[in-house]
């Protein structure tokens, strides 16, 4: 659907408000959402008259006002990552005929927040909702490996890994360039790793601020996820990431997500 640009520069300048700069003037603004001061100012006032925006007598900065908290006290007590992606997972796994997955990476593992089973896949069983894999084995836990910052991954490739089947990748430099390949070209692909017979494919989840916070994945058969060698699922996979990565974006950047399993 196409997007409403007015709205869109409205949410732009709201978020030029943070607790670091709750005060800020009409070029302050303006510079942050990448507006003009004249369109700045026109929209600064409607939301100043709809009770979302306050400008200080004195200094003539702008402010934001209680009306905003008003608007988040109507966000679910339950707005869990898993909330947020599980429409979409479920839809993932149905075109795809796949077991669809949402993780994260939680003290040096990847840890299965969600799993769904389409009608028509062989339902991969393997990775349990609650369930860890090391980041060395699967598609998933290589994207969120890969994501890590550079200190704790480097700290991580210094330790020993384990081995869940003869092709679970454990030489440190070998792998090293995999998580230079995956986080380059966006997306991860693992077979035999985590169970013979078994592929994946997993590509990164990010918040407003770019950064990586889970990863979505489909797993299955080889012949189904690869099919002649390819990765025929990849396209479907990546435009789930980047609508999932939209609908984060536009979360306010105070909204705490939380990981609930």
Partial sequence: ?????????????????????????????????????????????????NGLVRQDERSGRYCLTIGVMRLASGVPDGSSLRDLTESELVTLASDTGTTSFLSIERDDFAICLARYHSQTAVQVRWWSVGGALPLNCGAAPKVLFAHLPEERREAILRSPFEQLTPKSMVDPEALRAELEVIRKRGW????????????????????SSGKVIAAISV???????????????????????????????????????????
């Fill in 1 to 49: 659907m196409p997007r409403v640009r007015a709205v869109s520069r409205a949410i732009a300048i709201l978020r030029a408000f943070t607790s670091d700069l709750p005060y800020r003037s009409l070029a302050e603004i303006a510079e942050s959402a990448d507006l003009d001061p004249a369109t700045t100012r026109r929209i600064l006032v409607t939301l100043r008259d």
């Fill in 188 to 207: 991860a692909l693992a077979q035999d790793d985590v169970a013979e017979g078994l592929a994946a494919l997993a590509a990164p989840l990010r918040d």
């Fill in 219 to 261: 797993g299955g058969l080889t012949p189904h996820v690869l099919g002649n060698g390819e990765s025929r699922l990849l396209p479907r996979l990546l435009k789930c990431a980047e609508g999932l990565s939209d609908r984060l974006l536009d979360l306010w950047p105070e909204t705490k997500v939380h990981f609930n399993q």
